[in-house]
């Protein structure tokens, strides 16, 4: 399935970098003080290959799926909830979405969305690279250079702790959360299910057979527009755990895949703490959420936009006339501190 995937080429160019920085250190500011949103812009131009970066035409997209698990009562929530709040999406009633339109793209024989994984593999090898194509052609047909990701699906959460246990090799309990609502006793139950999950797939190594094994469809399709969007260096804008899950595997199969990612935030889902360590990720926000939606990414929107704006509209000291602090200026509060 690899070889039909959208390829990366590393996009580090010193000499951009170099010069990033140093646009970064002449704004009329101190060096640094804006901190991590220095860091955002120089990250927003290298992705986009410019010292003036702009994004254009930002597109949410959120993607959807049922999960066969859900017959094991891993959720507080029955599987109908999901095309009921896809409905609501299309009403533009829940924050975060705007201008809605429905592409179905469903997989062959996956009418009903993906098998029950704790029976069997929760989608053919076949139906695995269906999703995938769907995602990479989805990103061929958007305007812009940006992509903020989203998901809906009842069920979602235990597909994503099941690719990050398998993919990071971490312990199942570490990676299982409340999801939409369980308590603890319910969180336990959960687990217990995830872990037959995992020995019924023990020889599902690969990031692919992984996934195939695991699910779900809307992570598989994620998965594709993620590399296709990186492949045509977008500013991917990863929402919380279950995009994260998306962008761990698209990881797994592409590495340089990290360069094009902005991680929007940290989830309240216990496992999204170990997935960005896992990843080496920082997020932008730490909220306590976990809704998923991409409320997230829209809610750290503004951020990317005040980053680039750093770069195209903030004055420098030169364009400002204000003098810069010399070296004799750091020299002499040197002496005034060494003095007794």
Same mark, same amino acid.
């Given at each position: 399935?690899?070889?039909?995937?959208?390829?990366?080429?590393? @996009?580090?160019?010193?000499?951009?970098?170099?010069?990033?920085?140093?646009?970064?250190?002449?704004?009329?500011?101190?060096?640094? !003080?804006?901190? #991590?949103?220095?860091?955002?812009?120089?990250?927003?131009?290298?992705?986009?290959?410019?010292?003036?970066?702009?994004?254009?035409?930002?597109?949410?997209?959120?993607?959807?799926?049922?999960?066969? *698990?859900? $017959?094991?009562?891993? /959720?507080?929530?029955?599987?109908?909830?999901?095309?009921?709040?896809?409905?609501?999406?299309? $009403?533009?009633?829940?924050?975060?979405?705007?201008?809605?339109?429905?592409?179905? #793209?469903?997989?062959?024989?996956?009418?009903?969305?993906?098998?029950?994984?704790?029976?069997?593999?929760?989608? !053919?090898?076949?139906?695995?690279?269906?999703?995938?194509?769907?995602?990479?052609?989805?990103?061929?047909?958007?305007?812009?250079?940006? *992509?903020?990701?989203?998901?809906?699906?009842?069920?979602?959460?235990?597909?994503?702790?099941?690719?990050?246990?398998?993919?990071?090799?971490?312990? @199942?309990?570490? &990676?299982?959360?409340?999801?939409?609502?369980?308590?603890?006793?319910? %969180?336990?139950?959960?687990?217990?299910?995830?872990?037959? %999950?995992?020995?019924?797939?023990?020889?599902?190594?690969?990031?692919?057979? $992984?996934?195939?094994?695991?699910?779900?469809?809307?992570?598989?399709?994620?998965?594709?527009?993620?590399?296709? $969007?990186?492949?045509?260096?977008?500013?991917?804008?990863?929402?919380?755990?279950?995009? !994260?899950?998306?962008?761990?595997?698209?990881?797994? *199969?592409?590495?340089?895949?990290?360069? #094009?990612?902005?991680?929007?935030?940290?989830?309240?889902?216990?496992?999204?703490?170990?997935?960005?360590?896992?990843?080496?990720?920082?997020?932008?926000?730490?909220?306590?959420? #976990?809704?998923?939606?991409?409320?997230?990414?829209?809610?750290?929107?503004?951020?990317?936009? /005040?980053? &680039?704006? @750093?770069?195209?509209?903030?004055?420098?000291?030169? !364009?400002?006339?204000?003098?810069?602090?010399?070296?004799?200026?750091?020299?002499?509060?040197?002496?005034?501190?060494?003095?007794?």
């Amino acid at each position: 399935m690899t070889h039909q995937l959208p390829t990366l080429a590393d @996009i580090a160019n010193p000499a951009l970098t170099q010069a990033l920085q140093h646009m970064l250190d002449q704004k009329t500011k101190p060096q640094g !003080s804006l901190g #991590r949103l220095e860091g955002l812009a120089l990250q927003l131009g290298q992705i986009l290959g410019t010292s003036s970066p702009e994004m254009l035409s930002p597109q949410m997209v959120v993607f959807a799926g049922d999960h066969g *698990l859900t $017959a094991r009562g891993i /959720s507080a929530f029955p599987s109908d909830v999901s095309w009921q709040m896809v409905e609501n999406f299309l $009403a533009g009633l829940p924050a975060g979405a705007a201008r809605p339109g429905l592409q179905v #793209r469903k997989a062959m024989g996956a009418e009903q969305g993906t098998a029950d994984s704790s029976q069997q593999p929760a989608m !053919s090898e076949a139906q695995c690279a269906q999703a995938l194509a769907h995602g990479v052609a989805l990103v061929q047909g958007l305007p812009g250079n940006v *992509l903020l990701l989203g998901e809906m699906g009842i069920g979602n959460t235990s597909a994503a702790s099941l690719l990050l246990a398998r993919l990071a090799g971490l312990d @199942i309990a570490q &990676c299982t959360g409340a999801g939409t609502g369980l308590d603890a006793a319910a %969180v336990q139950r959960k687990t217990a299910v995830l872990r037959e %999950v995992l020995a019924r797939h023990a020889d599902a190594q690969a990031p692919l057979q $992984a996934l195939a094994a695991l699910g779900g469809f809307e992570i598989a399709t994620m998965v594709g527009a993620v590399l296709q $969007a990186a492949h045509e260096r977008r500013v991917v804008l990863v929402d919380g755990f279950i995009a !994260s899950a998306a962008v761990l595997v698209a990881h797994t *199969l592409q590495p340089l895949v990290l360069q #094009r990612c902005v991680f929007a935030h940290r989830s309240g889902e216990r496992g999204h703490e170990f997935m960005l360590q896992h990843l080496g990720a920082q997020a932008l926000l730490d909220l306590g959420l #976990r809704l998923g939606e991409g409320s997230g990414a829209a809610l750290a929107w503004p951020l990317l936009a /005040s980053a &680039c704006a @750093i770069l195209r509209e903030m004055a420098s000291f030169e !364009s400002a006339g204000v003098s810069e602090k010399s070296v004799a200026d750091d020299q002499t509060l040197a002496v005034e501190n060494a003095t007794p």
